[in-house]
């Protein structure tokens, strides 16, 4: 039987999240608070944590990079990371993208998937 791994909405709920991230926030704050977690359908690992304090200062491609390392990805699939289903630009920072897709919970949602790379 599979075992059903709970989103980090369904764990716990907005009041608990919203008193979490303003707690990240207030403790760290050059950092983002991100939870990170595998599309459904995605054929890859589940990542070990789902929960990240980013720089501020880093690029959407530095924390792929960076996820890509945590998962021991073969040099044949290349991942991508959505945010409301969409494909954040590489070049931009967290922290804009952060103020600008954030949820009410003060959390940034992410999920990650994969495509075979051409070759």
């Known amino acids: 039987m599979e075992s059903v791994v709970k989103s980090f909405k369904e764990q716990f709920s907005a009041d608990e999240r919203l008193k979490e991230s303003r707690n990240i926030i207030s403790k760290y704050p050059d950092r983002v608070p991100v939870i990170i977690e595998k599309y459904s359908n995605a054929d890859l690992p ?9 720089p501020r200062d880093m690029t959407v491609g530095h924390f792929i990079h960076m996820l890509s390392n ?28 952060y ?3 954030k949820e009410g919970d003060g959390f ?9 790379t051409f070759g």
């Open 46 to 54: 589940d990542i070990e944590k789902n929960k990240y304090l980013v």
């Open 70 to 97: 945590r998962l021991h990805l073969d040099s044949s699939k290349s991942l991508f990371v959505f945010v409301k289903n969409t494909l954040p630009q590489t070049g931009s920072c967290m922290d804009s993208l």
């Open 99 to 101: 103020n600008t897709k």
């Open 108 to 116: 940034l949602y992410m999920t990650y998937s994969t495509e075979k």
